[in-house]
Protein backbone atom coordinates (compact mmCIF):
# COMPACT_ATOMS: atom_id res chain seq x y z
CA UNK A 1 0.00 0.00 0.00
CA UNK A 2 2.82 2.80 1.19
CA UNK A 3 4.74 0.94 -2.07
CA UNK A 4 1.32 2.37 -4.61
CA UNK A 5 1.03 5.66 -2.93
CA UNK A 6 4.68 6.54 -3.44
CA UNK A 7 4.39 5.59 -6.66
CA UNK A 8 1.44 7.66 -7.49
CA UNK A 9 2.98 10.52 -6.03
CA UNK A 10 5.53 10.19 -8.46
CA UNK A 11 3.58 9.61 -11.43
CA UNK A 12 1.54 12.46 -10.64
CA UNK A 13 5.11 14.90 -10.77
CA UNK A 14 5.73 13.65 -14.20
CA UNK A 15 2.65 15.32 -15.18
CA UNK A 16 3.42 18.37 -12.86
CA UNK A 17 7.25 18.63 -14.29
CA UNK A 18 6.62 17.77 -18.23
CA UNK A 19 8.99 20.87 -18.98
CA UNK A 20 11.78 19.70 -17.11
CA UNK A 21 11.73 16.48 -18.95
CA UNK A 22 11.12 18.36 -22.20
CA UNK A 23 14.13 20.36 -21.33
CA UNK A 24 16.17 17.25 -20.53
CA UNK A 25 15.70 15.66 -23.84
CA UNK A 26 16.04 18.78 -25.55
CA UNK A 27 19.26 19.01 -23.87
CA UNK A 28 20.53 15.77 -25.13
CA UNK A 29 19.41 16.35 -28.35
CA UNK A 30 21.78 19.77 -28.48
CA UNK A 31 25.05 17.00 -27.96
CA UNK A 32 25.63 16.79 -31.90
CA UNK A 33 26.46 12.91 -31.96
CA UNK A 34 25.59 11.57 -35.60
CA UNK A 35 27.21 8.27 -36.56
CA UNK A 36 28.83 8.38 -39.14
CA UNK A 37 30.54 10.20 -38.68
CA UNK A 38 30.74 9.07 -35.10
CA UNK A 39 33.04 9.87 -32.21
CA UNK A 40 31.16 13.22 -31.24
CA UNK A 41 29.61 11.82 -27.96
CA UNK A 42 32.16 12.39 -25.02
CA UNK A 43 30.57 15.30 -24.31
CA UNK A 44 27.05 14.09 -24.02
CA UNK A 45 28.44 10.86 -22.11
CA UNK A 46 30.20 13.19 -19.60
CA UNK A 47 26.67 14.73 -19.48
CA UNK A 48 24.75 11.62 -18.64
CA UNK A 49 27.80 10.12 -16.15
CA UNK A 50 27.54 13.24 -14.49
CA UNK A 51 23.67 13.12 -14.21
CA UNK A 52 23.81 9.63 -13.19
CA UNK A 53 26.88 9.87 -10.63
CA UNK A 54 24.80 13.04 -8.66
CA UNK A 55 21.63 10.41 -8.16
CA UNK A 56 24.23 7.91 -6.42
CA UNK A 57 25.57 5.35 -9.12
CA UNK A 58 29.19 4.19 -9.48
CA UNK A 59 30.35 5.79 -12.77
CA UNK A 60 32.48 3.30 -15.46
CA UNK A 61 33.46 5.65 -18.58
CA UNK A 62 35.48 3.92 -21.45
CA UNK A 63 36.78 4.35 -24.67
CA UNK A 64 35.35 2.21 -27.31
CA UNK A 65 36.93 4.41 -29.79
CA UNK A 66 38.54 7.70 -29.59
CA UNK A 67 35.57 10.21 -29.13
CA UNK A 68 33.03 7.66 -28.05
CA UNK A 69 33.15 6.74 -24.99
CA UNK A 70 30.54 3.84 -23.66
CA UNK A 71 28.93 4.96 -20.01
CA UNK A 72 27.68 2.48 -17.26
CA UNK A 73 26.57 3.67 -14.12
CA UNK A 74 25.50 1.40 -11.02
CA UNK A 75 22.99 1.87 -7.98
CA UNK A 76 24.09 -0.81 -5.78
CA UNK A 77 20.74 -2.00 -4.38
CA UNK A 78 20.16 -1.95 -0.48
CA UNK A 79 19.56 -6.11 -0.67
CA UNK A 80 21.26 -6.72 -3.93
CA UNK A 81 21.16 -10.50 -3.24
CA UNK A 82 17.17 -11.18 -2.69
CA UNK A 83 15.99 -8.85 -5.16
CA UNK A 84 16.38 -8.67 -8.77
CA UNK A 85 18.40 -6.26 -10.70
CA UNK A 86 17.97 -4.53 -13.84
CA UNK A 87 19.95 -2.78 -17.27
CA UNK A 88 18.37 -0.40 -18.43
CA UNK A 89 20.38 0.46 -22.27
CA UNK A 90 20.49 3.08 -24.37
CA UNK A 91 22.25 4.56 -27.55
CA UNK A 92 23.42 8.24 -26.93
CA UNK A 93 24.95 8.11 -31.28
CA UNK A 94 21.65 8.92 -33.36
CA UNK A 95 21.28 8.62 -37.15
CA UNK A 96 23.11 10.85 -39.84
CA UNK A 97 22.44 14.36 -40.80
CA UNK A 98 22.60 15.01 -44.71
CA UNK A 99 23.31 18.45 -45.88
CA UNK A 100 20.62 18.76 -48.09
CA UNK A 101 18.04 17.11 -45.92
CA UNK A 102 15.30 19.75 -46.32
CA UNK A 103 14.50 19.86 -42.05
CA UNK A 104 12.25 22.60 -40.99
CA UNK A 105 13.90 23.15 -37.90
CA UNK A 106 17.79 22.89 -37.11
CA UNK A 107 17.87 18.91 -36.28
CA UNK A 108 20.22 19.99 -33.17
CA UNK A 109 18.28 22.93 -31.90
CA UNK A 110 15.28 21.07 -30.91
CA UNK A 111 11.47 22.50 -30.86
CA UNK A 112 8.18 22.16 -28.78
CA UNK A 113 4.85 22.60 -30.94
CA UNK A 114 1.39 21.06 -31.40
CA UNK A 115 2.26 18.50 -28.85
CA UNK A 116 5.73 16.89 -30.17
CA UNK A 117 9.07 17.75 -30.12
CA UNK A 118 11.29 18.28 -33.54
CA UNK A 119 15.18 17.30 -33.55
CA UNK A 120 17.40 14.75 -34.63
CA UNK A 121 17.31 11.33 -32.23
CA UNK A 122 14.31 12.42 -30.34
CA UNK A 123 12.54 8.93 -31.63
CA UNK A 124 15.92 6.67 -32.10
CA UNK A 125 16.32 7.51 -29.05
CA UNK A 126 17.07 10.19 -27.12
CA UNK A 127 13.86 9.95 -25.97
CA UNK A 128 14.24 6.39 -24.48
CA UNK A 129 17.06 7.99 -22.36
CA UNK A 130 15.47 10.72 -21.72
CA UNK A 131 12.47 8.84 -19.81
CA UNK A 132 14.27 7.02 -18.12
CA UNK A 133 16.83 9.03 -16.70
CA UNK A 134 13.94 11.50 -15.29
CA UNK A 135 12.61 8.48 -13.69
CA UNK A 136 15.94 8.01 -11.68
CA UNK A 137 15.99 11.97 -11.11
CA UNK A 138 12.38 11.30 -9.43
CA UNK A 139 13.32 8.23 -7.50
CA UNK A 140 16.31 9.60 -6.25
CA UNK A 141 14.75 13.37 -5.31
CA UNK A 142 12.55 11.23 -3.75
CA UNK A 143 14.91 9.46 -1.14
CA UNK A 144 13.61 6.13 -3.12
CA UNK A 145 16.31 3.34 -2.63
CA UNK A 146 15.36 0.01 -4.77
CA UNK A 147 16.61 -3.38 -2.74
CA UNK A 148 17.72 -4.60 -6.59
CA UNK A 149 20.50 -3.38 -8.50
CA UNK A 150 19.85 -0.93 -10.98
CA UNK A 151 22.46 -0.58 -14.02
CA UNK A 152 22.16 2.28 -16.44
CA UNK A 153 24.06 1.76 -19.80
CA UNK A 154 24.64 4.80 -22.08
CA UNK A 155 26.44 3.07 -25.15
CA UNK A 156 27.92 4.66 -28.47
CA UNK A 157 28.31 3.12 -32.07
CA UNK A 158 24.31 1.65 -32.35
CA UNK A 159 23.95 3.24 -35.66
CA UNK A 160 26.66 2.05 -37.61
CA UNK A 161 26.93 -1.40 -35.92
CA UNK A 162 29.58 -0.67 -33.18
CA UNK A 163 28.19 -2.65 -30.58
CA UNK A 164 28.57 -0.62 -27.29
CA UNK A 165 26.40 -2.73 -26.10
CA UNK A 166 28.62 -5.84 -27.12
CA UNK A 167 31.25 -3.98 -25.30
CA UNK A 168 29.14 -3.97 -21.95
CA UNK A 169 28.29 -7.44 -21.45
CA UNK A 170 32.24 -8.24 -22.51
CA UNK A 171 33.39 -6.10 -19.13
CA UNK A 172 30.96 -8.35 -17.32
CA UNK A 173 27.84 -6.25 -16.82
CA UNK A 174 24.91 -8.48 -16.37
CA UNK A 175 21.57 -8.30 -14.84
CA UNK A 176 18.07 -10.18 -14.24
CA UNK A 177 16.75 -8.78 -16.88
CA UNK A 178 17.51 -5.42 -19.39
CA UNK A 179 15.03 -3.19 -20.86
CA UNK A 180 16.71 -1.57 -24.31
CA UNK A 181 14.84 2.07 -24.24
CA UNK A 182 15.04 2.05 -28.27
CA UNK A 183 12.07 2.77 -30.57
CA UNK A 184 9.33 0.83 -29.95
CA UNK A 185 6.41 2.88 -30.04
CA UNK A 186 5.44 1.41 -26.46
CA UNK A 187 5.61 -2.05 -27.70
CA UNK A 188 7.51 -4.39 -25.77
CA UNK A 189 9.38 -6.10 -28.55
CA UNK A 190 11.98 -8.73 -29.44
CA UNK A 191 13.49 -8.65 -32.72
CA UNK A 192 15.52 -10.59 -35.43
CA UNK A 193 18.67 -10.21 -36.36
CA UNK A 194 21.39 -8.93 -39.09
CA UNK A 195 24.56 -10.03 -40.19
CA UNK A 196 26.74 -8.69 -43.06
CA UNK A 197 29.33 -10.62 -44.94
CA UNK A 198 31.48 -10.31 -47.51
CA UNK A 199 32.05 -13.79 -50.14
CA UNK A 200 35.29 -13.54 -52.06
CA UNK A 201 36.12 -15.09 -55.13
CA UNK A 202 39.54 -15.25 -56.01
CA UNK A 203 41.67 -17.11 -58.40
CA UNK A 204 45.14 -18.34 -57.59
CA UNK A 205 46.92 -16.84 -60.89
CA UNK A 206 46.09 -13.18 -62.52
CA UNK A 207 46.12 -13.46 -66.07
CA UNK A 208 46.45 -10.84 -68.68
CA UNK A 209 43.14 -9.95 -70.86
CA UNK A 210 44.46 -11.94 -73.67
CA UNK A 211 44.41 -14.65 -71.97
CA UNK A 212 40.56 -15.28 -72.14
CA UNK A 213 40.53 -17.00 -75.71
CA UNK A 214 42.74 -19.72 -73.90
CA UNK A 215 40.08 -19.84 -71.21
CA UNK A 216 36.62 -19.88 -72.77
CA UNK A 217 37.55 -21.45 -76.34
CA UNK A 218 37.87 -24.89 -77.53
CA UNK A 219 41.67 -25.80 -77.41
CA UNK A 220 42.66 -22.98 -75.75
CA UNK A 221 43.94 -25.43 -72.67
CA UNK A 222 44.21 -22.75 -69.95
CA UNK A 223 42.12 -23.51 -67.14
CA UNK A 224 41.23 -20.33 -65.71
CA UNK A 225 38.13 -18.43 -64.67
CA UNK A 226 36.71 -14.54 -64.68
CA UNK A 227 36.39 -14.25 -60.90
CA UNK A 228 33.15 -11.50 -61.68
CA UNK A 229 31.19 -14.29 -64.01
CA UNK A 230 31.83 -17.18 -61.52
CA UNK A 231 30.58 -14.65 -58.85
CA UNK A 232 27.09 -13.92 -60.69
CA UNK A 233 26.60 -18.35 -59.44
CA UNK A 234 27.18 -17.28 -56.22
CA UNK A 235 24.55 -14.58 -56.01
CA UNK A 236 22.35 -16.86 -58.33
CA UNK A 237 22.72 -19.69 -55.78
CA UNK A 238 21.90 -16.68 -53.19
CA UNK A 239 18.55 -16.21 -54.65
CA UNK A 240 17.70 -19.66 -54.60
CA UNK A 241 18.78 -20.18 -50.72
CA UNK A 242 17.00 -16.77 -50.17
CA UNK A 243 13.59 -17.97 -51.57
CA UNK A 244 13.74 -21.01 -50.51
CA UNK A 245 14.12 -19.40 -47.02
CA UNK A 246 10.70 -17.47 -47.45
CA UNK A 247 9.13 -20.64 -48.40
CA UNK A 248 10.41 -22.80 -45.66
CA UNK A 249 10.74 -20.27 -42.76
CA UNK A 250 8.30 -18.24 -40.82
CA UNK A 251 8.22 -16.30 -37.71
CA UNK A 252 4.99 -14.90 -35.70
CA UNK A 253 4.67 -11.13 -36.53
CA UNK A 254 7.09 -10.77 -39.48
CA UNK A 255 5.66 -10.93 -42.92
CA UNK A 256 6.66 -14.26 -44.82
CA UNK A 257 9.85 -13.10 -46.57
CA UNK A 258 11.61 -10.87 -44.11
CA UNK A 259 14.68 -12.87 -44.19
CA UNK A 260 16.36 -11.76 -47.05
CA UNK A 261 19.84 -11.96 -48.06
CA UNK A 262 20.75 -8.90 -49.84
CA UNK A 263 23.90 -8.63 -52.59
CA UNK A 264 24.61 -5.04 -51.59
CA UNK A 265 27.84 -4.22 -52.83
CA UNK A 266 29.98 -5.68 -55.28
CA UNK A 267 33.66 -5.28 -56.07
CA UNK A 268 35.94 -6.42 -58.25
CA UNK A 269 38.35 -6.81 -61.33
CA UNK A 270 41.89 -4.68 -61.51
CA UNK A 271 41.87 -3.07 -64.75
CA UNK A 272 40.36 -3.60 -68.71
CA UNK A 273 43.51 -5.33 -69.41
CA UNK A 274 43.50 -8.28 -67.05
CA UNK A 275 41.18 -11.38 -66.49
CA UNK A 276 39.42 -10.45 -63.26
CA UNK A 277 40.87 -12.35 -60.38
CA UNK A 278 39.19 -11.02 -57.60
CA UNK A 279 35.57 -10.39 -56.90
CA UNK A 280 33.68 -9.72 -53.85
CA UNK A 281 30.53 -9.41 -52.93
CA UNK A 282 29.29 -7.59 -49.45
CA UNK A 283 25.94 -9.27 -48.23
CA UNK A 284 22.99 -8.17 -45.44
CA UNK A 285 21.04 -11.21 -44.04
CA UNK A 286 18.17 -10.72 -42.08
CA UNK A 287 17.10 -13.57 -39.83
CA UNK A 288 14.57 -14.53 -37.69
CA UNK A 289 14.36 -14.18 -33.50
CA UNK A 290 14.31 -17.87 -33.12
CA UNK A 291 17.73 -17.90 -35.31
CA UNK A 292 21.25 -17.16 -34.65
CA UNK A 293 24.08 -15.50 -36.62
CA UNK A 294 26.34 -18.46 -36.34
CA UNK A 295 23.40 -20.94 -37.72
CA UNK A 296 22.32 -18.49 -40.72
CA UNK A 297 26.01 -18.12 -41.81
CA UNK A 298 26.65 -21.68 -41.96
CA UNK A 299 23.74 -22.20 -43.95
CA UNK A 300 24.95 -19.65 -46.03
CA UNK A 301 28.35 -21.12 -46.49
CA UNK A 302 27.06 -24.69 -46.29
CA UNK A 303 24.67 -23.73 -49.47
CA UNK A 304 26.96 -22.02 -51.26
CA UNK A 305 29.76 -24.41 -51.37
CA UNK A 306 27.49 -26.60 -52.88
CA UNK A 307 26.91 -24.60 -55.34
CA UNK A 308 30.43 -24.17 -55.56
CA UNK A 309 31.07 -27.49 -55.99
CA UNK A 310 28.73 -27.78 -59.13
CA UNK A 311 31.32 -25.81 -61.16
CA UNK A 312 34.82 -27.17 -62.24
CA UNK A 313 36.79 -24.09 -61.60
CA UNK A 314 35.24 -22.99 -58.24
CA UNK A 315 35.81 -26.45 -57.13
CA UNK A 316 38.67 -25.86 -57.39
CA UNK A 317 39.14 -22.25 -56.26
CA UNK A 318 36.52 -22.56 -53.46
CA UNK A 319 34.63 -19.30 -52.06
CA UNK A 320 35.61 -18.04 -48.61
CA UNK A 321 33.64 -16.55 -46.37
CA UNK A 322 34.42 -13.28 -43.38
CA UNK A 323 31.16 -12.93 -41.57
CA UNK A 324 30.28 -9.61 -38.98
CA UNK A 325 33.19 -7.23 -37.87
CA UNK A 326 32.46 -4.42 -35.34
CA UNK A 327 31.89 -1.39 -37.21
CA UNK A 328 30.74 -0.29 -40.91
CA UNK A 329 32.94 2.91 -40.25
CA UNK A 330 36.54 0.73 -39.48
CA UNK A 331 35.81 -3.17 -41.02
CA UNK A 332 32.87 -2.76 -43.45
CA UNK A 333 31.21 -5.60 -41.44
CA UNK A 334 27.92 -5.62 -38.69
CA UNK A 335 26.18 -8.07 -36.47
CA UNK A 336 22.92 -7.21 -34.57
CA UNK A 337 21.93 -10.31 -32.90
CA UNK A 338 18.22 -11.92 -32.36
CA UNK A 339 16.57 -11.63 -29.72
CA UNK A 340 13.42 -13.59 -28.80
CA UNK A 341 11.30 -12.56 -26.25
CA UNK A 342 9.56 -14.31 -23.85
CA UNK A 343 5.79 -13.23 -22.70
CA UNK A 344 6.06 -15.88 -19.71
CA UNK A 345 9.15 -14.36 -18.12
CA UNK A 346 8.40 -12.71 -15.21
CA UNK A 347 9.80 -8.98 -15.65
CA UNK A 348 8.23 -9.04 -19.01
CA UNK A 349 4.69 -10.16 -17.30
CA UNK A 350 5.69 -7.07 -14.63
CA UNK A 351 6.41 -4.94 -17.69
CA UNK A 352 3.18 -5.50 -19.38
CA UNK A 353 1.12 -5.00 -16.22
CA UNK A 354 3.33 -1.59 -15.40
CA UNK A 355 1.77 -0.56 -19.02
CA UNK A 356 -1.67 -1.32 -18.33
CA UNK A 357 -2.07 0.04 -15.13
CA UNK A 358 -0.56 3.14 -15.56
CA UNK A 359 -1.52 4.07 -19.42
CA UNK A 360 -5.11 1.93 -18.73
CA UNK A 361 -5.08 0.19 -22.09
CA UNK A 362 -3.59 -3.41 -23.37
CA UNK A 363 0.30 -4.00 -23.56
CA UNK A 364 1.87 -5.12 -27.27
CA UNK A 365 4.14 -7.54 -27.53
CA UNK A 366 5.36 -8.13 -30.50
CA UNK A 367 8.63 -8.00 -32.90
CA UNK A 368 10.63 -5.18 -33.85
CA UNK A 369 10.64 -4.75 -37.71
CA UNK A 370 14.38 -3.00 -37.67
CA UNK A 371 17.33 -3.90 -35.24
CA UNK A 372 18.62 -2.42 -31.84
CA UNK A 373 20.84 -3.55 -29.51
CA UNK A 374 18.73 -5.75 -27.75
CA UNK A 375 20.35 -8.61 -29.34
CA UNK A 376 23.64 -8.13 -27.83
CA UNK A 377 21.55 -9.32 -24.43
CA UNK A 378 19.92 -12.23 -26.31
CA UNK A 379 23.32 -13.28 -27.10
CA UNK A 380 24.86 -13.11 -23.53
CA UNK A 381 21.71 -15.16 -22.15
CA UNK A 382 20.56 -12.13 -19.95
CA UNK A 383 16.82 -11.57 -20.79
CA UNK A 384 16.00 -8.68 -22.77
CA UNK A 385 13.12 -6.36 -24.33
CA UNK A 386 12.85 -3.34 -26.20
CA UNK A 387 11.03 -1.00 -24.89
CA UNK A 388 10.70 2.83 -25.64
CA UNK A 389 8.86 6.04 -26.97
CA UNK A 390 9.00 6.77 -30.90
CA UNK A 391 8.10 5.44 -34.02
CA UNK A 392 10.13 3.81 -36.36
CA UNK A 393 8.54 6.28 -39.20
CA UNK A 394 10.46 8.90 -37.47
CA UNK A 395 13.96 6.86 -36.55
CA UNK A 396 16.30 8.32 -38.65
CA UNK A 397 13.61 10.93 -40.55
CA UNK A 398 14.09 14.35 -41.70
CA UNK A 399 11.55 16.68 -39.13
CA UNK A 400 12.14 13.39 -36.58
CA UNK A 401 9.24 13.80 -33.68
CA UNK A 402 8.23 12.60 -30.75
CA UNK A 403 4.94 13.01 -29.11
CA UNK A 404 5.18 14.85 -25.54
CA UNK A 405 2.12 12.54 -24.64
CA UNK A 406 4.10 9.32 -25.15
CA UNK A 407 7.07 10.48 -23.64
CA UNK A 408 5.01 11.37 -20.63
CA UNK A 409 3.39 8.06 -20.68
CA UNK A 410 6.48 6.42 -21.49
CA UNK A 411 8.66 7.90 -18.59
CA UNK A 412 5.07 6.78 -16.37
CA UNK A 413 5.77 3.57 -17.30
CA UNK A 414 9.12 3.19 -17.11
CA UNK A 415 9.66 4.76 -13.29
CA UNK A 416 6.63 2.39 -12.37
CA UNK A 417 8.95 -0.85 -14.00
CA UNK A 418 12.30 0.57 -11.65
CA UNK A 419 10.60 0.49 -8.85
CA UNK A 420 8.25 -2.43 -9.33
CA UNK A 421 11.14 -5.02 -10.53
CA UNK A 422 13.55 -3.31 -7.88
CA UNK A 423 11.44 -4.71 -5.64
CA UNK A 424 10.70 -7.73 -6.97
CA UNK A 425 12.34 -10.84 -4.88
CA UNK A 426 14.84 -12.82 -6.59
ZN1 LIG B 1 18.10 3.22 -32.19
Known amino acids: MEHQLKLKQLITQID ?24 NTEEAQQFIANFLREKGFTIDKWDLYPGDPNVVGVLKGT ?46 MKGGLAGALFAIQLLHEAGIELPGDLIFQSVVGEEVGEAGTLACCKRGYTADFAVVVDTSDLHIQGQGGVITGWITVKSKKTHHDATRKNMIHAGGKLFGASAIEKMTKIIQGLQDLERHWSVIKSYPGYEPGTNTINPAVIEGGRHAAFIADECRLWITVHFYPNETYEKVSK ?33 RGEIFPSLEIDPEHPAVHTLMKCHESVLQEQAIVDVS ?31 EQL ?13 TFIYNWGHTKK
Open 299 to 331: EIEEHIIQVANGDIWLRENPPAFEWGGTSMIED
Open 369 to 399: PTVTDGGWFGDAGIPAAIYGPGDLRNAHAIN
Open 403 to 415: SIQQLVDYTKVIL
Open 16 to 39: ERQEELIDLLSKLIQFKTPAPPAR
Open 79 to 124: EPDRYKSLIINGHVDVAEVNVDEAWEVDPFTPVVRDGVILGRGVAD
